[in-house]
């Protein structure tokens, strides 16, 4: 399909039926595969042969939507996981230890932050968080000679930052380690980071890829760049024998397009068993087939709302990367020219009380934790996720009282506009 535009990709890859075989991506709901002999079944045991044996590591389902992405993310391998936070995880853990060091951008979704910062630091992983917006020479300082991976996202949630993928590419590789960078809100439509120089991508499908609010999902996609027999010091995981299948070493078996991958569904679905179910695969790929329609209307939405807002007297500030007054507007011109995503943040001068009550007043946007789908929803997380917060700490969080977060959909944007501009009136 790569010789396809990205807008047929989105329809039509990952699955091309035979003669005869079902048009539509077949849900294989079964937890195991029958063969003949055991010789058989053992070649798959041995990686010497790809097959399926256990839907804890592989089902066909999954690998026809992760062939998708792949495709649409220009990468070489791709898997599903049961969500992004597994997938973020996964995409880390493949190459981490206990004694690795992590740097990452300091914007980044809470739940990767406490799994990095809290969770993998109980795994005696460690981690530099940096700003963003930091300078090459902060970037470089923050390396250690444990450093296996660098990580941020290409559009943060909910701070809506955009990373420099070259700048943080560039820092990455001139140590020797991969930069990992979740995709999630632009998704492939509107930026491919694997083209500015990244080498492992991750995705919540959970948000824009399924897009409908129906099916948890993740995914990790493989640019097939990273040498990592040229790090091989740094890598034993991917570079020495695996004894658990036999001796082999995956970046010499599979090679640089494929060694990630394989080691990652062998070695960490295996143990930690985070698949996707076959079922929610078939719900994610109904949700691609459509992104590239969907994705311009977020775009079209996320700007005329932000547009709205910046003119209106009780707003103070609107943070979307598609206003010229942005501070990020002139990253996203460079790594978003078709715009980011429908996600605008913006406070209110009224503080929590007004915030309070354009909230309660809303009558088309669902108060809603969620992000990224084809209703448009919004949250206030000072009266809702972090309500045990006091505005002191709310600001230093980076989520001030007055500061509401709204997903704009795919609906009509006047109807979006008016239903803003009604709860506005009453705060
Ligand atoms: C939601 C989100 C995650 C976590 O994904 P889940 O599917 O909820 O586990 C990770 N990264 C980003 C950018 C997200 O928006």
């Keep these: 399909m790569s010789e396809y535009k990205i807008n047929t990709r989105c329809v039509q890859g990952g699955y091309t039926p035979g003669n005869g075989e079902p048009r539509q991506v077949p849900i294989i709901q079964s937890t195991t595969f029958k063969y003949d002999t055991s010789e058989a079944m053992g070649k798959l045991f041995d990686l010497e042969e790809s097959g399926y044996f256990y839907t804890r590591l592989q089902n066909p389902t999954n690998d ?13 391998a791709a898997m ?25 951008s300091s914007s980044i979704y809470g739940g990767t932050f406490n799994l990095i910062a809290v969770t993998m630091a109980k795994m005696g992983i460690t ?22 991976a660098v990580f941020g996202e290409t559009i943060a949630n909910p701070a809506l930052t955009v990373l420099d993928i070259e700048k943080f590419a560039k820092a990455a590789h001139s140590h020797g380690v991969p930069l990992i960078v979740d ?29 409908h609010g129906a099916a948890v999902g993740g995914a990790i996609v493989d640019s097939g760049k990273f040498d990592w027999m040229a790090h091989a010091e740094k890598f034993p995981g991917l570079c020495t024998p695996d004894e658990s299948y036999h001796g082999i070493t995956y970046a010499e078996k599979f090679g640089k397009e494929g060694a990630f991958i394989t080691k990652c569904t062998a070695q960490l679905m295996r143990d930690f068993g985070c698949i996707q179910s076959p079922q929610n695969a078939f719900i994610l790929n109904l949700g691609l087939e459509s992104l590239h329609v969907r994705m311009p209307r977020h775009v079209e939405n996320g700007q005329a709302v932000a547009e709205f807002l910046l003119n209106h007297p009780k707003v103070a ?10 501070k ?25 009380k007004a915030a309070e009550a354009f909230m309660k007043n809303l009558k088309l946007a669902a108060i809603e934790t969620h992000v990224a789908d084809a209703r448009t929803c919004c949250l206030n997380p000072a009266t809702s996720t972090h309500r045990q917060m006091n505005d002191e700490q709310l600001k230093a969080a980076g989520v001030p009282a007055e500061l509401i977060r709204i997903s704009c959909g795919i609906e009509d944007k006047e109807d979006l ?4 501009a009604q709860a506005l009136e009453k705060c």
């Design 183 to 211: 995709n999630t809100f632009p998704t492939p439509i509107n930026c491919r980071p694997i083209e500015w120089g990244a080498d492992i991508v991750t995705h919540s499908t959970t948000k824009y890829m399924d897009g």
């Design 64 to 76: 026809h939507v992760a062939a998708k992405i792949a495709e649409l993310e220009g990468g070489t």
């Design 417 to 420: 506009i008016a239903d803003l």
């Design 328 to 352: 990020y507007y002139a990253l996203a011109q460079k790594y978003l020219p078709k715009g980011g995503c429908g996600v605008v943040s913006f406070g209110l001068k009224g503080g929590r």
């Design 80 to 104: 599903l996981t049961s969500s992004g936070q597994a997938a973020n995880f996964f995409a880390l853990f493949n190459i981490c230890e206990c004694g690795s060091h992590i740097v990452a």
């Design 317 to 326: 500030y609107v943070n979307y990367s598609g206003l010229p007054s942005d």
């Design 127 to 148: 981690a530099t968080f940096v700003s963003p917006d930091c300078t090459e020479e902060e970037l470089n300082a923050a390396f250690q000679e444990n450093t296996r």
